[in-house]
């Protein structure tokens, strides 16, 4: 006999019909009633033993967490919480899971904080939330592809080590070959980089942009979507050490055409999972609601959490020049009251969580689209408008975790850029190529990078994001 | 006018229509004729400028690399070469490129090397043949994701940044955060690794299996499809620093599901790109041909390109196992006449690239699945065959490139699995995670690991790995 999944048998399934399953047990009620779990989909099958025929040695050899192997017909169910049932004709044990053993970990039957669940990562996708989480996580990253690739993007991949910074922030990791208790020295007693692997001081890539953006330049339209790093020591609910990033980057594109493109693609991708995963969207929405029901009121959420899926892709995001905006945080009441932690006194002031989260949630109450921003606080590849103050940058600012989106126009003339990365001290020798693709036949372009695992948190409802990566990277944690 | 790709006017374009394209001149004839490209697809859209309303001045700023902006009318093509072309109403220069620039790089219109476009690898997108690989590499991704996909396998990205080396081989890179010229000391003179950004020794994963392997046994069906890294000092043709990896993982599957699970992978993706990338398989195949017409007529393909593809997706891969693999190369025409430089001498001998490709090219003339190694030259997590002195590995070996697929059943028993680390030195408190995976509902499972540049390689004929990723890692080369 074939063996069939279960979310096959649960959604298609014919009655009277026999079918073979290999899956875990759920839950074992009643020596009786199995909830088998295959991983295919969120609910269980309900496998019924003709407990007459087992001796009571093998019934308690069943535990949760084992494996099994069971044959059986396909009938309508008579108790509630389900439509079809199996009665097992045969059934087999795969894989043990002892009793005591299984008291000790997070595949016992009560509830476990995500604290727990995270220090026992290699188990907790057997969970139902985190079998959620990730096969979400899972059909959010097709969607992108699907996406870009629909629309004539290519998909390239920028190196994950380099010899540059392309942020200039100076968080990057450090890769190497060296022996650490014996580091090659000059005779200036400088590191010798000539001696380590690649010849000279490789890092982790923070983004793949600036590659990226040559490859727009002949390829037209690109993204790409792997894994960036920070070597930075903030232990927050919204950061990682290593995550994933989708960069596109498209040729003969303004900062307009960017937001479009910003705005059509997260609600492409937040339609395709309300359409293909409404199961792990509705447990996950629940689970939400139980969480938020131990805050006070005015903390809850507005929405649950479809329906604030459903706002984003049916409502226009606000655009908002930074200009305007910090004409609305002067005037708020948190700012005058003094409830902000960083009071908004001027133009060119760097905006904070807590600003773009008053935006976002309280004044426009939908996501907001921040753009021309102060050249100064911004990075270098960002074009320099007319004005000579302002640069074409954007963020995308969602409710619950502030900026998902950051993305500019790129500066095409090659004197402004050549100017920029002088002032700003960037090494042009470093980033030869970079320059040289704006001395042929340089276009306007734009791009933005989305970091994924904060899109995964919003779809999800999830509040920590160590909780929609498999294995979470974060300083002094690299468990796994 | 709403600007329209040079791939949908040469595909669908419509006679006497106007259209306005943003693009890049590959040549300019006659003053006359420009080729123009967007790195939609290969071939180039000829529009055709009215010359006598031009300025002299103004013509000579048009060369090989600018970006223009055209408007003009769709007509059928007198000349030869093109179905159609557009009569240029208005144009635009976008960003020039100055014509004595161009020549001293590979945008010129001459023949360069690949050694050459390789050192201007910022650039080289912009030739017919790497935007054709590079075209090809991004619909074999999409493939890749589409297959498993459908297959209701779930992605799942593994960490980059690991403290395990999953293979042992020790050829790992450090990821550090420390400054190396003052790497911080414990008491005893050793490096004080909880003083790094994780707080212990830190690298690159050399592959994502094991941590797809907790994952298969909650979610059942399971991919990764990632970056890898390899710190081995081999500047071959098939050899990368950094490289992309696919790794699915299947509980409840074994060996032989596994080896067809890999055959029909590797056949779907392939087919797809036969069926969406046409144009440019037949310009790399010529291509090829070209390259190929240089060398003595033996040592040139037997079949094109396509011809190939095509032969691998409607044949059977031919399973043997590593004995029968044995007692064909023992008595073989190059063993006995010692032209292969390791000499198989009795079963047990580690097999060479020399003698998988006499196997593959040579003796069985197809792909070849070889299968149940003995244990001693494979890793610890394979598992045992009942003789005691094979394990349930698998290779895939391909004409021209051989291993593009390494996979096995894993050890699914705790005790088997527990002595044979033991007895290969494997850390077991390093790996508890993966060990407890045995504990709890252990199954059979299998998987394997795809070199995608490999694929890349043998489906668009470049004979060396470095010209199928947009910027290589190898060592003492890191540029760009």
Redesign the interface.
């Given at each position: 006999m074939e063996?069939t999944?279960i979310?096959h048998i649960l959604s298609q399934g014919k009655i009277s019909e026999d079918y073979e399953i290999?899956a875990?047990?759920k839950s074992f009620r009643n020596n009786m009633f199995l909830a088998m779990n295959?991983?295919?989909c969120l609910n269980n099958l309900q496998c019924v033993l003709p407990t007459e025929k087992y001796n009571e040695e093998f019934i308690k050899t069943i535990n949760i967490?084992?494996?099994l192997?069971i044959q059986g017909t396909l009938k309508e169910s008579q108790g509630k919480g389900q439509r079809v049932e199996v009665d097992i004709k045969t059934i087999k044990i795969?894989?043990?899971?002892?009793s005591e053993?299984?008291r000790k970990?997070i595949?016992s039957p009560k509830k476990h904080s995500l604290e727990k669940l995270r220090e026992q990562?290699?188990?907790r996708?057997?969970t139902n939330t985190?079998?959620a989480v990730?096969?979400l996580?899972?059909?959010l990253?097709?969607a992108v592809?699907q996406y870009f690739?629909t629309e004539?993007f290519?998909?390239?991949?920028?190196?994950?080590?380099?010899?540059s910074d392309a942020e200039g922030a100076g968080e990057t990791?450090?890769?190497?070959?060296?022996d650490?208790?014996a580091?090659p020295k000059t005779d200036k007693n400088?590191?010798n980089f000539k001696q380590d692997?690649?010849?000279?001081p490789?890092n982790?890539t923070v983004s793949g942009q600036l590659?990226a953006e040559?490859?727009a330049?002949?390829?037209?339209?690109v993204y790409t979507f792997?894994?960036t790093?920070r070597?930075e020591?903030s232990n927050t609910t919204r950061h990682l050490?290593?995550f994933?990033m989708i960069e596109p980057e498209v040729?003969?594109c303004n900062l307009e055409g960017n937001m479009d493109l910003a705005e059509d693609f997260i609600k492409y991708v937040i339609d395709y999972v309300l359409e293909h995963c409404k199961e792990d969207l509705e447990f996950l929405e629940q689970r939400l609601i139980k969480e938020e029901s131990t805050l006070p009121k005015q903390q809850r959420s507005e929405m649950s959490l479809i329906e604030k899926l459903e706002f984003v892709t049916s409502n226009n995001f606000k655009r908002v020049s930074y200009t305007e905006a910090i004409e609305i945080l002067k005037r708020c009441k948190p700012n005058k009251k003094k409830k902000f932690n960083f009071i908004i006194e001027e133009w060119g002031a760097d905006l904070q969580s807590e600003h773009e989260r008053f935006l976002v949630e309280k004044h426009f109450k939908c996501p907001v689209i921040l753009y021309d921003y102060p050249a100064n606080i911004k990075a270098f590849y960002m074009r320099l408008n007319e004005d000579n103050k302002t640069v074409r940058a954007m963020d995308v600012l969602f409710p619950g975790i502030g900026e998902i989106v950051g993305g500019s126009q790129r500066e095409?003339r090659l004197e402004v850029l050549v100017d920029k990365m002088k002032t700003l001290k960037r090494d042009e020798k470093e980033l030869w190529?970079?320059i040289?693709?704006?001395?042929?036949?340089?276009?306007?372009h734009s791009g933005f990078g989305l970091g994924f695992e904060r899109l995964v948190q919003f779809v999800t409802g999830m509040s920590n994001i160590r909780d929609v990566?498999?294995?979470p990277?974060t300083?002094?944690?690299?468990?796994?």
């Amino acid at each position: 006999m074939e063996k069939t999944s279960i979310k096959h048998i649960l959604s298609q399934g014919k009655i009277s019909e026999d079918y073979e399953i290999n899956a875990w047990v759920k839950s074992f009620r009643n020596n009786m009633f199995l909830a088998m779990n295959d991983g295919s989909c969120l609910n269980n099958l309900q496998c019924v033993l003709p407990t007459e025929k087992y001796n009571e040695e093998f019934i308690k050899t069943i535990n949760i967490g084992c494996a099994l192997n069971i044959q059986g017909t396909l009938k309508e169910s008579q108790g509630k919480g389900q439509r079809v049932e199996v009665d097992i004709k045969t059934i087999k044990i795969l894989g043990k899971a002892d009793s005591e053993e299984v008291r000790k970990t997070i595949l016992s039957p009560k509830k476990h904080s995500l604290e727990k669940l995270r220090e026992q990562a290699h188990l907790r996708v057997r969970t139902n939330t985190f079998g959620a989480v990730m096969r979400l996580r899972s059909k959010l990253s097709f969607a992108v592809h699907q996406y870009f690739q629909t629309e004539s993007f290519q998909y390239v991949t920028t190196p994950i080590i380099t010899n540059s910074d392309a942020e200039g922030a100076g968080e990057t990791f450090r890769v190497t070959n060296f022996d650490l208790k014996a580091i090659p020295k000059t005779d200036k007693n400088e590191v010798n980089f000539k001696q380590d692997f690649f010849g000279k001081p490789a890092n982790l890539t923070v983004s793949g942009q600036l590659e990226a953006e040559t490859y727009a330049l002949g390829l037209g339209k690109v993204y790409t979507f792997g894994p960036t790093f920070r070597a930075e020591n903030s232990n927050t609910t919204r950061h990682l050490s290593e995550f994933w990033m989708i960069e596109p980057e498209v040729a003969f594109c303004n900062l307009e055409g960017n937001m479009d493109l910003a705005e059509d693609f997260i609600k492409y991708v937040i339609d395709y999972v309300l359409e293909h995963c409404k199961e792990d969207l509705e447990f996950l929405e629940q689970r939400l609601i139980k969480e938020e029901s131990t805050l006070p009121k005015q903390q809850r959420s507005e929405m649950s959490l479809i329906e604030k899926l459903e706002f984003v892709t049916s409502n226009n995001f606000k655009r908002v020049s930074y200009t305007e905006a910090i004409e609305i945080l002067k005037r708020c009441k948190p700012n005058k009251k003094k409830k902000f932690n960083f009071i908004i006194e001027e133009w060119g002031a760097d905006l904070q969580s807590e600003h773009e989260r008053f935006l976002v949630e309280k004044h426009f109450k939908c996501p907001v689209i921040l753009y021309d921003y102060p050249a100064n606080i911004k990075a270098f590849y960002m074009r320099l408008n007319e004005d000579n103050k302002t640069v074409r940058a954007m963020d995308v600012l969602f409710p619950g975790i502030g900026e998902i989106v950051g993305g500019s126009q790129r500066e095409e003339r090659l004197e402004v850029l050549v100017d920029k990365m002088k002032t700003l001290k960037r090494d042009e020798k470093e980033l030869w190529w970079y320059i040289d693709t704006r001395r042929f036949g340089t276009c306007e372009h734009s791009g933005f990078g989305l970091g994924f695992e904060r899109l995964v948190q919003f779809v999800t409802g999830m509040s920590n994001i160590r909780d929609v990566i498999p294995y979470p990277r974060t300083p002094k944690n690299l468990d796994f």
